[in-house]
């Protein structure tokens, strides 16, 4: 198949989430089972300054409003066997110090960036007149895709299909509508049924709306944005649209998260090998100034501080860290009342709590690996990495059971010898606090069973080949969909 992506970040190129690493596992799995894929990417300043060798292949002309801009594309000089890159270049978009506008706020016009992005990545199909059998579109930023292969592009969408994924539906990239006529499109996609979203503009909803199939990055998630509660003011469309829509669980990067041969670690380890993970944990204890005692367990936490992620439930139980036994080592950046709230409670309980305000990809690896259990109670999780990664290093996720977690975590039921952590359902600090004394208990006092429960942690497979084959059978499905629609009279 030759499939497209369009997408806004990607490994190894920039990533500020989940979705750059999607982006750049996908395409490259891909790729190895023998598909051919052309990634498509705005030229950031980031890209440029990494001096890839890149060589001008094309100029396009989108039309914005009353004015036309350009649209340099470039592609490496030397390509992956199967892989393509991409990078439009427009630096008056695309040459800022970030990708999406100051930490915690948005470049005023990311609207108009991303149009234009859309439409400079299909003006270049059509130019370079590249075969394409699918086009898959990520969040927001690329939502038009789908909507310009139906309207625009009409005649590039005739014998392809789409897949539009969501990674997050929190973000839907609302806009005014006094920028929807740089779309290019007619007011009369500005409908209720289409693009309008309470008399704005809404591009997440274009994709929804459009794309010939719709997945998010989890089956749990699919069914949860269904609701109210989870469907961010987008439940209704999603509703309309739920035979179309799947769930398929993100892979994980082996390469890079592998105990046995982790560069990032003091010690490896893998299972049946696990003196070195007592070491990694003696090593980071030091590292972070806590005291050692090896039968208190170490409860490692790393994430964005946000809402998202249940940091008010954890702020709860940490006031009264107290009451566990147990150290709790905090990595994370992000909204400044959380920094300040960990800051204070590591500051009031310095030998039970290590908190650093910093994204810091070596102290992950060095958590990951040295800590006992792994908290992740987020209020939604769409899919979810760090828990994955946690198995993989034998540390035991404590999870709130909702989208990707609820799918990668099975709830530890000894007497069977089966599952992988522990989940609580409720989002209340109570129901996190008495999940976590369980798992204390268990580490503490069955050290045989809490053994066995590592080894089977340690044995989960959520390798992106499994997520890839998954992929290849929806682009399937959209293929063999658009084909029959076509068919019929
Ligand atoms: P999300 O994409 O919602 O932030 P995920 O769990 O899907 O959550 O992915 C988060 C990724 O970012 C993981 O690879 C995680 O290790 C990493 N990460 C998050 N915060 C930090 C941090 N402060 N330092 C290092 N890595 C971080």
């Known amino acids: 198949m030759n499939i497209l992506f369009a997408v806004s970040e990607a490994l190894p190129h920039v990533k500020t989430g989940g979705l750059a690493d999607v982006a750049g596992h996908l395409p490259r799995t891909l790729a190895a089972r023998g598909h051919q894929v052309e990634l498509f990417l705005p030229l950031y300043r980031e890209i440029r300054k990494n001096r890839l060798n890149l060589e001008e292949v094309a100029r396009v002309e989108i039309p914005m409003g009353g004015e036309k801009l350009e649209g340099i594309v470039y592609r490496p000089t030397a390509g992956d066997p199967g892989l393509t890159s991409w990078f439009i270049g427009c630096d008056p978009f695309f040459d800022r110090p970030r990708l999406y506008g100051p930490p915690g706020g948005e470049y005023p016009d990311n609207g108009a960036r ?170 980071l204890l030091n590292e972070l100034g806590l005291p050692n005692d090896p039968a208190t367990p170490v409860v490692g936490m790393i994430s964005r501080l946000v809402e998202q992620k249940g940091i008010e439930l954890v702020l709860e139980l940490l006031e009264k860290s107290y009451r566990f036994n147990c150290y709790f080592v905090i990595l994370g950046t992000g909204e400044a009342k959380y920094e300040q709230a960990l800051g204070d409670c590591a500051l009031k309980f310095p030998d039970r709590i290590a908190f650093r305000p910093a994204y810091d990809n070596r102290l992950a690896h060095r958590i990951e690996a040295g800590a006992d259990l792994f908290l992740m109670p987020s209020r939604y999780e769409p899919c979810g990495l760090n828990q994955m990664y946690s198995l993989r290093y034998g540390t035991i996720p404590v999870v709130r059971a909702v989208g990707g977690l609820n799918d990668s975590i099975d709830e530890c039921e000894p007497q069977h010898n089966r599952g992988n952590g522990f989940k609580f359902i409720p989002y209340e600090a109570l129901a996190l606090a008495g999940k976590l004394e369980q798992a204390l208990t268990m580490f503490r006092k069955k050290p045989h069973l809490w053994w066995k429960l590592r080894r089977r942690a340690m044995a989960c497979d959520f390798s992106w080949s499994q997520s890839a084959g998954r992929y290849e059978e929806l682009y399937e499905t959209a293929l063999k969909a658009k084909k029959t629609a076509a068919e019929k009279p």
């Open 114 to 283: 991303f149009i234009f992005f859309c439409r400079a990545v299909l003006e270049t199909v059509r130019k370079l007149g590249l075969a394409i059998d699918l086009y898959h579109a990520h969040d927001w930023q690329t939502g038009l895709i789908p909507v310009y292969l139906k309207t625009l592009y009409r005649d590039l969408g005739e014998n392809s299909a789409s897949l539009f994924t969501i990674h997050n539906l929190a973000y839907q990239g609302i806009q005014g509508k006094e920028i929807f006529p740089l779309t290019g499109l007619g007011w009369e996609e500005f409908t209720f049924e289409k693009l309008e979203y309470y008399d704005r503009l809404n591009l997440l909803k274009g994709g929804v709306v459009y794309a010939d199939l719709l997945n998010t990055v989890s089956p749990t998630y699919s069914r949860e944005i269904l609701e109210p509660e989870f469907g961010c003011g987008l439940d209704p469309v999603l509703r309309h649209r739920a035979d179309c829509l799947y769930g398929i669980l993100n892979g994980v990067d082996y390469e890079e998260w592998n105990p046995a041969t982790d560069p990032l670690i003091s010690h490896r380890f893998k299972p049946g090998r696990m003196a070195g993970k007592r070491r990694c944990r003696e090593t």
